[in-house]
């Protein structure tokens, strides 16, 4: 049985830290990389943005996505925007070979790769590797998407519990994907997915991890946490006023495409989703894609503080933002 596995990476010795810019959803990081972009092109220095981000490969999927705009990706290259349909899965093992692949080819063409975004399963893929997991078993996950929607997935978390509580202790109980998938684990190895990570420790990237030494973590982390919930609800706000109700209309449109789909699961568009499909309603979809978007920032502050070693920056501090740009400007100037 093939497993999922990523080789961890190598920087030659004479090439400078790779930049990866990480942080909560609504941290800024896409205005920071452009910042950083406009920056690079007034100095002569040519960057490409590496995306790091579970709901910007696909297709179709833009206002809800917080995707970079047409202009932005014209100023800077963008990589791995739009390369999936909707009805294709992407993992973070793929983007880890994707983002190496992407990294040593950049630097062939004399430029400088930034990895930039917020989806710390592909950071810990991409930076640490993946232990050996077992793929996915069409079979087993079609059962286990139907006994969830029949019983529903608290108590699926429930049986998660008995069998791998250390798994079922870090995930949330409605968290419908990840539960499915370490009950799909077990069924196929026999093992409890904590076993099978613990088996490789290091390439955890969640406790305590360190940083490798070819990558540059620049971690934007707001201080005022209800000031994020209020940036996140006008955000949200502006994507609702932007089409995104018109945008999950189009997607409903195809018949090849069902809630269960990673693309569709992805915040915002699982809620609008339902409100289309007449199972909550409008004030439902606002306050439980708000609630998503809030436990999604939280559990990346998790993940971000687990990390030894970050260079932290507060994005509602103007002097704090202004040093992240700056130290960002002389990480390039280290690059050339």
Known sequence: MQTELYIQPQHAPDSAPILCIVGPTGAGKTHLAMSIAEYAKSVGVRIELISMDSALVYRGLDIGS????????????HHLLDILDPTEVYSAAKFANDAKRLCEEIRTRGNIPIVVGGTMLYWRAWAHGLSALPPADAEIRGRLDAQGKAIGWPAMHTQLMRVDPITAARLMPNDSQRVQRALEVYEISGKPMSTLLANSPSEDGREGSAIPEWINLVSLEPSDRMRLHLN?????????GDGLIEEVERLRANPALH????AIRSVGYRQVWEYLAGDIDYDQMRYKALAATRQLGKRQLTWLRAIAGRNTFDPFNAIELKAALDYCKQTLVQST
């Open 66 to 77: 917080a995707k970079p705009t047409q202009a932005e990706q014209a100023t800077v290259i």
């Open 259 to 262: 809630p269960d789909l990673p």
């Open 232 to 240: 996140l609800e006008r955000r949200f706000d502006a994507m609702l």
